[in-house]
């Protein structure tokens, strides 16, 4: 049978690299749009055999660029998504206004799926600029292209996420720590493998549902994901609850910074909990329910934080007490 084509925006990132090794070794050939052919390409090109990848380089608005690759693609994956807005990419230009042009680009070369990444909770989170420009998003795809699935994932974390990854840098380096709103909202955990395989279920069986919200298998607040990743770390570290006026005026602070820490409109944002809502189908119900749990996976990097670094393993501790005796 021939190789299906999918052309996928923002494979560069960390949701990216897992779905290109999915896909490419289920023998889907990937094209992979990217602003920096040179900055980005070694990291694409070395996910998946010779053969299966193709890079190209396009401003994501060069829409001559862009159209050129629909006239040979089967299905087309949206990844691209940003935290934090700035002069040049505004929420509106990319959760909004670049997958409407996707959905009109898929209608008119016929393609077989597209599917968007979303975000969960974003019909709760109205005073979210991100998650309003995220659901106009959604709404823009679905009156353009019917033979589309928007995920809606909760937070994805990996070994190359900027979520657990961050957040160990951070506990290693600050004495105390900021509780947001008490540290109760609630999160399930996706790991970027499962989303992966929830994606490749999805095109390789036609699903057609149009919204899924993609979960991992556990709820945990903030303060206990801090928690598992302080103890993963062997770090003991105050966890104060911030009064939101001064959480308010930090995140002012800090969103002046080039790669901010915490937005205002992240802030909104934490307020809701990231967790089914009960009213669309979730992963689960379409036959992938996840299988990775947030400490468990966490626990095979996460030396990397700890004193001794790699030497602090079970692994290496227990082949060094063999050598003693
Ligand atoms: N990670 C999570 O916890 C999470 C949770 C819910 C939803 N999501 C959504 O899932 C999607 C993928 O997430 P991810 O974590 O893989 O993201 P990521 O690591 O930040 O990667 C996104 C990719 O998008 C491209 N990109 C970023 N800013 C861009 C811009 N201004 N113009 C054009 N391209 C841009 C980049 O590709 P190039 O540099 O190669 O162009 C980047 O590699 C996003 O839509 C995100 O909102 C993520």
Same mark, same amino acid.
């Given at each position: 049978m021939k190789a299906k084509n999918c052309l996928i925006f923002g494979g560069s990132g960390q949701i990216g690299s897992f779905l290109i090794r999915k896909l490419t070794k289920n023998n889907i050939k990937v094209t992979v749009v990217t602003r920096n052919i040179h900055q980005k390409g070694l990291k694409i090109k070395t996910q998946g055999n010779a053969g299966f990848i193709d890079i190209k380089e396009a401003k994501i608005f060069e829409e001559n660029k862009i159209e050129k690759l629909f006239s040979e693609a089967d299905y087309c994956i949206n990844l691209i998504g940003i935290l934090y807005e700035n002069k040049r990419n505004t929420f509106k230009s990319i959760h909004t206004i670049f997958p409407t042009l996707l959905a009109k680009l898929c209608k008119k070369y016929n393609l077989k799926h597209f599917v968007h990444i979303s975000a969960l909770g974003i019909n709760d989170a109205v005073d979210s600029q991100y998650a309003i420009s995220k659901l106009e998003g959604e709404n823009n795809i679905l009156t353009n292209f019917s033979r589309t699935t928007i995920l809606r994932p909760s937070v994805v974390f990996s070994n190359s996420d900027n979520f657990s990854t961050q957040f160990m840098t951070l506990l290693r380096r600050l004495p105390v720590f900021p509780l947001y709103y008490s540290g109760k909202t609630k999160f399930m955990p996706l790991h970027a493998t499962d989303l992966s395989n929830i994606i490749y279920h999805i095109l390789s069986n036609k699903i057609e549902t149009q919204v899924i919200e993609c979960v991992g298998p556990e709820i945990l607040t903030f303060k206990e994901i801090l928690q598992i990743l302080l103890n993963l770390i062997n770090k003991k570290r105050l966890l104060i609850p911030m009064p939101l006026s001064l959480a308010k005026i930090s995140a002012k602070f800090f969103q002046l910074l080039p790669k901010p820490l915490l937005t205002e409109d992240q802030l909104r944002l934490l307020k809701y909990d990231n967790v089914t809502s009960g009213k669309y189908k979730t992963n689960s119900d379409i036959g992938v329910p996840s299988k990775l749990f947030f400490k468990n996976e966490v626990k095979k990097y &996460? #030396?990397?934080?700890?004193? %001794? %670094?790699? #030497? &602090?393993?079970e692994k290496y501790m227990s082949e060094n007490l063999k050598e003693e005796n």
């Open positions: &996460s #030396f990397m934080w700890r004193d %001794g %670094g790699e #030497f &602090s393993t």
